[in-house]
């Protein structure tokens, strides 16, 4: 990137930051993502500071604007590339010209102020919204594609689905929570090569317009939309075939007949026609363009207002009109209303056109009809009937026609139904290929309620259907992958045991209900953003919460649980009040900062571990667990965030694989079943995924990022042998709440039990703006090297658990400096005194020294002493193992250190991890003028060897005599 280009992106950055505008920077590799994890800057606007940061250097960036209500309530209206060629511009401004005076000169602004020309040859528009808010992205017009507009992979789609609808977008707008690019973007940013150009106006030009009048333009936008639009028989209900006698029916003879304006009289009155459209404003005079009709040689009338009888963006055939406006949507009455006026009464041959000609210009209704032969009453009950009985004559109320997918599903009410299909509470029914019969497809209603997109690209469906199994009717939603969704038999394999409301048989009409559906309605069914985990996502993001406005669908049904319990509740102000309260507590402060610590993992470049707090049950360790758990969730027994060493390995390779940079709670180590399973979790917990499991099978190495925070009465390294466990986990056995704190433990169980779901979140909010300032993730983890050398000390385990240490230190020191935590940060020495190199509940060396004492005792023989000298015994085959001797009545056992060392090792442990903890302990002797000073010189047999000398208190033994 040259000086100029920096120069002018930093210039424009700073002119949209003044004209109150979010700035994001953007890849230039021709995708148009954001160079930066964005999330947080949907709500909190970006700084001066970060756009230095990020428009410096030698990194070429594209740049845009985030909109929304985090740029004041701008919007964007783009017209695509397509819609200009195609002049669609041009058609709009003149329907918006038409609309009056408020609406033209609203549009007349936003055509002359900011204008940018996108690489494409399309049009962006941006304008402030006063008054309302601003709706999320939205599309606001489209077409079918052209044959020779294909591309190869649209051509392959339709060769597997040739009722593929193959969709051009022409006008779209960006809202709440997106975001579009803007001038001097240009190069390889977008994909083309070419720039974005200003074509008028600028950042400072932004029109602001009520929010009544944009929801005018955008439905004026709505009408030039070109997608054929399904109808239903209740709207538009189909031709009838003619009658024996050649006559047409009333309602067929109608829509030849019929007259808009007269049929709309009272509701709407035309305001503008072009070619064969005509666009209607309301009866009154107020508001613009509100509908139109003749838009194809259907003539259909399509209402963009939701202020009248009509179904927004439905279309309506003129009898449907008519019996709606007259008789309630009746059109059995409509029917017969209109034999009585005389409709339905000519022969085909008068009209020289078939029972469906639409074709024919419209005649006025007849003022005062002629007598016609009124159909009897049997024949004038059928006069429009056919179309509402179906194929079978007897579909049951509440069909396709007038199902509720908004109240059923919470859809939003323009869902429509697809052509041939309809929805009862039986059940999808299709048309068979004969048009006589509905054929079953499913037992209850199934539709596609929301699709969703991950951070790594991959594309899931939101399926939904009601279940009556438990004798009342329940919605029941399931999120499964695109893939799944398009195999039928996958699907009902995956969903069965979740009651989906089909057979295999039918897997195939399943599937293709499903794509129909969706196809119908892509426009209409909510698409989101879904996360598989908690914590850090592939894009950088993070999702603390279900409750963060994206969707969690975990990977296990057992996961659901704990991730619904990360909820909020009560306040942050009275969390705090609570943990404030704590401040003279050291462990359980430990705990608060090891679930703050968590999300630091990931930038800081950590392995996963384990904090242990160990002692009596009495002493408020479950309390010290509730505290910290309830940084990010709900604490308490009956939610499952808190989790039992009472499981299996893979329950617990699940619940670890929930989170990426969250706490995971595991309580009572005593109620363990198996020891080897606390075992296997110590030392996989650090290789941050879970044990390879045969044939890659689903679950195999489940991946996380978590500090594992155990209690019991036994600490969790009393249950491993494994080598080098000390170094991966961090253990006290200080009571939490001490001799006296009874009273405060009861207190903070209380209090977080009522507030908890809030500091984590708020801590995470603080990272991630720290981490998008420039330099913010080597900032962080310079702070932390610091820490790490802070703690680090002559023993080799003192250096490998510093960075845990200042992964713990480094969380409390942040979230303390922001007025998170109501307390000063523990002293350094405090934190030395719980994490010492020879930690009290590293127990390893009591548990190695016990292997020794066995092992000496049951190999007495191996022992060289002065009644074996005497006796002028040999040396056994293995060699001595040590000497006995006694002074003042007290026998030493000194051992030599290599033999300890193989002793050792056959066990698992390993004497170097171990001898230091001896000689704290008292267990050895030492002199100090010896180096080591644990290795003292023994004489015996003859030679003088240095060995491990042990004391009376680290391994004892009987009179020598009696031993020999």
Not at 44 to 69: K, L
Not at 160 to 178: D, H, S
Not at 243 to 265: A, N, T
Not at 677 to 704: C, T
């Given at each position: ?537 592939d894009d950088g993001t993070f999702v603390s919460s279900p409750e963060d406005g994206i969707k969690v669908d975990t990977a296990f049904e057992e996961q659901r649980g704990p991730a619904r319990a990360h909820a909020r509740k009560g306040t942050l102000e009275d969390w705090q009040a609570t943990v404030a309260a704590l401040a003279g507590f050291p462990v359980p402060r430990v705990a608060v900062a090891a679930a703050l610590a968590a999300p630091l993992l990931k930038p800081l470049g950590l392995n996963s571990f384990t904090l ?353």
């Amino acid at each position: 990137m040259t000086d100029s280009q920096i120069t002018e992106l930093r210039a424009a950055a700073r002119d949209l930051h003044d004209a109150g505008l979010c700035v994001l920077p953007i890849k230039a590799d021709g995708t148009k993502k954001p160079a930066v994890s964005w999330l947080e800057h949907k709500v909190t606007r970006t700084t001066p500071e970060q756009h230095d940061g990020w428009f410096g250097g030698d990194r070429p960036r594209g740049i845009a604007v985030v909109y929304g209500q985090v740029s004041g309530g701008v919007e964007l209206i783009e017209f695509e590339g397509l819609a200009i060629r195609e002049g669609l511009l041009k058609d709009v401004t003149e329907i918006m010209e038409a609309s009056g005076s408020r609406i033209s000169e609203a549009w007349a602004a936003i055509l002359t102020g900011w204008v940018t020309e996108s690489p494409s040859g399309g049009r962006h528009f941006r304008f402030r919204v006063e008054g309302g808010d601003v709706p999320g992205n939205t599309k606001l017009a489209s077409r079918l594609a052209e044959e020779d507009e294909y591309t190869d992979e649209e051509r392959q789609r339709l060769r597997e689905k040739p009722n593929a609808r193959i969709v051009r977008v022409l006008i779209e707008t960006r809202g709440e929570g997106g975001y579009g690019l803007v001038e001097p973007s240009g190069g390889t940013v977008h994909a083309s090569g070419r720039p974005y150009v200003r074509l008028a106006g600028g950042p400072g030009s932004i029109p602001t317009l009520d929010a009544e009048t944009v929801g005018a333009i955008r439905q004026v936008c709505r009408m030039v939309d070109k997608l054929p639009q399904p109808e239903v028989a209740k709207t538009a209900p189909r031709p009838a075939p003619p009658r024996p006698d050649g006559s047409l029916r009333p309602g067929d003879d109608f829509e030849v007949r019929g007259s808009w304006e007269d049929i709309l009289r009272g509701v709407f009155r035309p305001m503008h026609t072009r070619g064969s459209e005509t666009y209607w404003g309301w009866a009154d005079g107020v508001g613009g363009v509100k509908a139109t009709t003749g838009k194809d040689e259907h003539d259909r009338l399509f209402v963009f207002a939701t202020g009248s009888e009509f179904q927004s963006e439905t279309p309506y055939s003129k009898f449907g009109a008519y019996a709606l406006l007259n008789h309630g949507g009746d059109h059995k009455a409509a029917a017969r209303e209109l034999a009585r006026l005389g409709y339905g009464s000519r022969h085909l041959a008068t009209v020289g056109a078939p029972s469906t000609a639409h074709a024919v210009s419209p005649a006025p209704a007849p003022a005062n009809p002629a007598p016609a032969s009124a159909p009897d009453e049997a024949e004038d009950e059928h006069a429009r009937a056919d179309e509402e009985q179906g194929p079978q004559g007897d579909a049951p109320a509440g069909d396709s026609e007038g199902f509720d997918y908004a109240d059923t599903f919470g859809l939003p009410p323009a869902v429509r139904t697809p052509y041939d299909y309809r929805v009862t509470g039986r059940g999808v029914e299709v048309l068979s290929q004969g048009g006589e019969n509905w054929n079953r497809v499913t037992f209850a209603p199934l539709v596609v309620t929301a699709t969703f997109e991950d951070p790594e690209g991959d594309q899931y469906v939101e399926l939904s259907w009601i279940d009556r199994s438990l004798g009342r009717p329940r919605r029941i939603s399931r999120i499964v992958s695109r893939e799944t969704a398009k195999r039928g038999r996958k699907l009902i394999e995956t969903l069965g045991s979740a009651g989906l409301p089909a057979v295999e048989g039918d897997a195939r009409a399943v599937e293709k209900w499903l794509a129909e559906f969706e196809a119908e309605n892509v426009h209409r069914i909510p698409s989101e953003q879904l996360a598989r985990w908690l914590g850090w996502q592939d894009d950088g993001t993070f999702v603390s919460s279900p409750e963060d406005g994206i969707k969690v669908d975990t990977a296990f049904e057992e996961q659901r649980g704990p991730a619904r319990a990360h909820a909020r509740k009560g306040t942050l102000e009275d969390w705090q009040a609570t943990v404030a309260a704590l401040a003279g507590f050291p462990v359980p402060r430990v705990a608060v900062a090891a679930a703050l610590a968590a999300p630091l993992l990931k930038p800081l470049g950590l392995n996963s571990f384990t904090l242990d707090i160990s002692s009596r049950s009495t002493k408020g360790k479950t309390t010290a667990l509730q505290v910290a758990l309830s940084v990010w969730a709900d604490p308490s027994e009956h939610a499952s965030a808190m989790s039992n060493w009472r499981t299996t390995l893979y329950a617990i390779e699940k619940r670890l694989n929930l989170v990426r940079g969250l706490l995971t709670v595991f309580d009572e180590t005593m109620a363990v079943t198996d020891d080897t399973l606390i075992d296997e979790v110590l030392y996989q917990l650090p290789m941050n995924h879970g044990k390879a499991r045969s044939g890659g099978a689903f679950g195999n190495m489940l991946p996380w990022e978590t500090i594992l925070l155990s209690s019991g009465e036994r600490p969790a390294l009393s249950f491993t042998t494994s080598q080098g466990a000390a170094a991966r986990i961090l253990g006290t056995t200080i009571a939490p709440f001490g001799d006296g704190g009874g009273p405060t433990a009861a207190a903070a169980r209380e209090g977080v039990l009522a507030n908890h779901g809030h500091a984590g979140p708020e801590f995470i909010r603080y990272i991630l703006s720290g981490l998008a300032q420039p330099n913010g993730r080597e900032k962080l983890k310079e702070h932390h090297r610091t820490l790490v050398n802070e703690f680090r000390g002559s023993g080799d385990m003192t250096n490998r658990r510093a960075p845990m240490v200042a992964a713990l230190v480094l969380a409390e020191t942040l979230a303390c400096r922001t007025g998170l935590l109501p307390y000063e940060p523990l002293s350094h020495d405090v934190w030395r005194s719980l994490f010492t190199a020879h930690s009290p509940t590293d127990n390893r060396p009591d548990m190695a020294l016990d292997v020794l004492r066995e092992y000496v005792a049951g190999h007495a023989h191996e022992l060289f002493s002065a009644t074996r000298a005497a006796m002028n015994d040999k040396p056994p085959y293995s060699g001595w193992l040590g000497v006995l001797s006694t002074k003042d009545s007290v026998t030493e056992v000194a051992l030599l250190p290599e033999r300890v060392r193989q002793i050792l090792a056959a066990a698992g442990y390993s004497l170097d991890a171990v001898v230091g903890s001896w000689v704290d302990a008292e267990y050895l002797k030492t002199l100090k003028s010896q180096r080591p000073a644990h290795l003292v010189p023994r004489r015996f047999d003859g030679v003088r060897a240095k060995c491990l000398a042990f004391t009376p208190k680290g391994v004892s033994f009987g009179d020598e005599d009696e031993a020999a």
